[in-house]
C-alpha cells in the first residue's frame, strides 16, 4: 500500500516521535523553521553595563580573592538572553578584570585567543610569548593562542581592563586546550617594546616571511597612536553609518589580528548621528571617549565613558554622539567572512 501523505492525526505522530525516540531519532519536519530561520535569530539581547556598577563590584571582589587565588580575578559580563552560558554573544566572551598593586596573575596558555582594552589605572604589564607590555588605557592588547601570558600590577594604583576571548567557538569545536606555565611570572626573553619595533613600524625584519595563517607578532596596538590616527582623518569626510572608523590588522598580512576576533576603533564627532545599521556580526562596544546613546531595535542606551553595551546579530542599531566620542569594539567578523557568511545592510 502507497504511504499515505493525507494529514494524520496528532495523537499518531506523537506516538510515532516517542517510538524513535529510544533509537536517538527525532522529525526534522518539526524543527525545521526554526533550524533554518530566514533571517538571523540570537537569544542573545541587546544590553548596556554601566562601568561604575560594575567597577564597584570589582573592587568589593579584590577584597574577596586575590588575582593568584582566582587566576584572573573577572567578572564576566553575561548577556541578560544566555545567563549561565559566560557569553556576551552566542561567540563571545567579555568580561572586566582587575589587577591589585603587587599582585600577579599566573602565566598560562590556551587555545582561546584572548584581546585586551585596557579601561582605568596605569602601572600594570601584560607578558605575551615572553615580552612585558606596559597597559596604558585605550591601549588593545592581544594574546593569540597558544602562547603563555601573565599579568602583574607593579604600580599604586589597581588597573581594570577588558578581556574578550572567543570561548564559545573554541566550545563549539570542541578544541579547548590549556596549561600551566613553569615559572608564576614569565622570565622576559626580549625587551619592552621589541615587538612593536620589529613588526609594528610599517617596516619587518629583512628575511621575514610570513604565511597568510600565521598569528600577528604585535601584541600591542598603543592608544596614543591610534587616537592620533584617528584625530587625522577626522578631518576628512566621515562614512555616514560609521563616523570614522578603523579595523586593527595583523601589519604583516592586513589581515584581523587574530583569526576569530576582529577589533575596531571609530570616532564619531560631537552631534553626530550614525544612519541605521544592521549586520550579522553581534558586537560589543567599550566608550572610551565621550558620551551618547546607541539606539538599538527602537530602544535606547546612555552611555559614558568606559560603559560597555552589546548589540546582537542583526539588530538594526544608531549611534548618538553627545560629545566627540571614540568607541572601541570587537565582533566575530573574521569567522563570518572567513566562511562567507557576513552580511551587513546600510539603510
Ligand atoms: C584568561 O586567560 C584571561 O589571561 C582572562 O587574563 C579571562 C577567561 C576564561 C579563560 C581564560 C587572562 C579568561 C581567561
Known sequence: MPISITPTGDNIR??????IDPENLTPLWEVLASLVPESPTTSAKAHLWEFSTVRDYLMEAGDLITAEEAERRVLILENPGLRGQSQITQ???AG?????PGEIAPAHRHTQSALRLVV????????????RTIMRRGDFIITPAWTYHDHGNDGDEPVIWLDGLDI??????????????????QIPTRPI?????????NMLPVDFEVEPSDPTRVFVYPYEEARRSLEKIACGESDVHHGFKFRYINPATGRSPMPTIGAFLQMLPSGFVTRPYRSTDSTIFLCLEGSGRATIEGKDYEFGENDVFVIPSWNTFKLHAETETVLFSYSDRPVQKALGLWREQRL
Do not use: N
Open 14 to 19: 506523537k506516538e510515532f516521535y516517542q517510538r
Open 91 to 93: 561567540s563571545l566572551y
Open 96 to 100: 572586566l578584570q582587575l589587577i591589585l
Open 120 to 131: 582605568s589605572g596605569e602601572g600594570a604589564y601584560t607578558a605575551v610569548d615572553g615580552e
Open 168 to 185: 564559545p567557538i573554541v566550545e563549539m569545536l570542541a578544541a579547548g586546550f590549556r596549561e600551566g606555565a613553569p615559572e608564576k611570572a
Open 193 to 201: 617594546g621589541d615587538s612593536l619595533a620589529r613588526f609594528g613600524t
